[in-house]
């Protein structure tokens, strides 16, 4: 029985697995090794997963996470293995488990939209290379956070059709003074932003709405995709962004002349296909 992971700068999903068989999911908060200490993560996995575990002991466990840096994985490992009775424990970066979830053993370009963003060119076995996404200050590009972040800026400097302003504080009862007290002065401001892009989704028959959110899919792809041999190898995509911005997406990936191998919402189906071959 094994314990695969898929976290993300918001949440994590975890599913419990036997012999390719999903046999329990659960949700908790996600599990970033960048923003996180040892001792925070190790809290977070006892009040938050071992509640709805029938059981601490795995043979293995997978864990692919979003800032699971080089210098990160002891430190991950350390704590996941203080937490649960596991035999194995691999961790993996977010990038792999997109990776192997959606092309599985066979090499494509993948991506990662969702709280942020992230690409790479995967030869059936590994990541050969990577574009930085650096964060969502300095890149990110079509992530949930750019486009709160590029919502939020229109919005206030009056840069969308007029009403929508309003609407938009109303909704989510916020006000500028707010806005700027959560984005600069308190912790996980792409959380933050991410959580308002929605009003983008609900508001996209506006042509100015749905102009911004193309413009940010083809920034994605003009600045991450295109450094890769995109004209050889099928484009995949996963996140929530992906998910549910799909046909805007599919119209900016036509529009450069790419080739879509496919869009998921989460890899986890394809993760416990992959690791059920281990």
């Known amino acids: ?119 790479c060119y995967y030869d059936g076995e590994k990541i050969v290379s990577n574009v930085s996404p650096l964060g969502f200050i300095l890149g990110d590009e079509g992530s949930g956070a750019v486009l709160g972040k590029r919502m939020v800026g229109d919005l206030l400097k009056n840069q969308l059709p007029a009403g929508l302003k309003d609407k938009f504080l109303q909704e989510f009862d916020l006000t500028p003074a707010i806005i700027i007290e959560r984005v600069y002065r308190q912790p996980f401001p792409n959380r933050f932003l991410a959580s308002l892009s929605p009003f983008l989704l609900q508001n996209i028959e506006e042509p100015a709405v749905r102009s911004l959110v193309f413009d940010s899919f083809c920034s994605f792809l003009t600045r991450n995709v295109m450094q890769y041999d995109y004209k050889s190898y099928p484009v995949y995509f996963i996140g929530s962004i992906a998910y549910h911005y799909r046909e805007i997406l599919e119209e900016a990936i036509l529009s450069l002349g790419m080739q879509l191998g496919g869009i998921m919402q989460n890899p986890m189906e394809g993760l416990v296909k992959y690791h059920s071959r281990d």
Not at 10 to 22: F, M, R
Not at 29 to 45: A, M, R, T, V, Y
Not at 98 to 109: C, D, V, Y
């Open 1 to 119: 029985m094994i314990l695969i992971a898929d976290s993300g700068s918001t949440k994590t999903d975890w599913c419990i697995s036997l012999h390719g068989k999903q046999l329990q999911r659960i949700t908790t908060q996600g599990i970033n090794p960048f923003f996180l200490s040892k001792d925070e993560i190790e809290n977070e996995i006892r009040s938050a997963l071992l509640p709805q575990l029938q059981t601490p002991a795995f043979d293995a466990l997978y864990f692919y996470g979003a800032g699971c840096l080089p210098e990160k994985i002891s430190m991950m490992q350390r704590a996941l293995s203080k937490c649960l009775e596991v035999k194995t424990v691999e961790v993996n970066s977010d990038m792999l488990g997109a990776a192997r979830g959606l092309s599985q053993r066979n090499p494509g370009i993948v991506c990662i939209l969702g709280t942020g963003s992230n690409s």
